[in-house]
């Protein structure tokens, strides 16, 4: 399988992250010296340094403002280092990112699939094969995902409670999968229109299906309207058939033009 990857796109957003989230704490501890302030200055150095006389006079202000900004920003950086920074998985000695991991559930196949990792922004997972394009929404959250056709619900817990502002979240895969999907279309039939693709954008398959890579998360479904999976049954869904398979020519095709619209190219 040919792995195309925006590693320098993954990296920023992971340095992004530890960068906000080390702001956070900066903005925490600064906070946390406001509140022992009152009783560092004597009266003349207050008189002859606005700053330290403004944070004697609003150290109140100044700890409850810092402790509301550096705790939404150490969230925020959490939020990214969650999605792109290697970390340990429950129940696994295995260090890595999400991307691995799905490139590691689709180990094993040939050259005729292509996986693009983060190539689009709008559509971060996807792979090209035999059988069409497929595209994949990666939830990495641990708890207890409820999904009863077209409605997806998280079970409340105390944890979810206090890392709300980190956490990926469920959103809407429905809507999120049709977005995906009709961007993978209108990408394939702008490529026709211009004669970059010489295939029929009709004829190109396009599917899709939500992936859950933390083993903590536990599924109970019911008639999900979109395919739910964990990782490690990325492989058998891929290689279920369907009527129709794309002949190895525009597989190439259409890998090729994908690649040259991506910003891999």
Known sequence: MKVYRNLAAIKSKEQRGRRIALAGL???????????????????????????????????FVSFGALAVGFIASNVGSYYINRFAPRRWPGSKKVARPDELVESGLKGFDDK??????????????????????????RSDKGTVRVYGD????????????????REGLGNPVREMQEAEQKVRELLQSGESSGELTVNAADIPIEGAA???????????????????????????????RN??????????????????????
């Open 211 to 241: 992936v859950f890579i933390n083993p903590a998360t536990q599924l109970e479904l019911e008639n999900p309207s979109l395919p739910v999976l964990r990782v490690d049954q990325l492989k058998k869904y891929v290689r279920t058939k």
């Open 26 to 60: 900066l903005i925490l501890f600064i906070g946390l010296l406001s509140n022992f302030t009152p009783n560092w200055f004597p009266t003349d150095e207050r008189a002859a340094n606005p700053l330290i006389a403004f944070v004697q006079q609003y150290w109140t």
């Open 151 to 166: 409605r997806w619900r998280e079970r409340f817990s105390l944890g979810r409670l206090l890392t709300f502002l980190n």
């Open 113 to 138: 699939y292509a996986l693009f990792l983060w190539g689009l922004d709008d559509v971060p997972y996807m792979l090209v094969g035999p059988l069409g394009v497929r595209v994949f929404l990666v």
């Open 244 to 265: 129709q398979q794309l002949n190895a020519g525009t597989v190439r095709e259409v890998t090729d033009y994908l690649l040259s619209v991506s910003v891999l190219a």
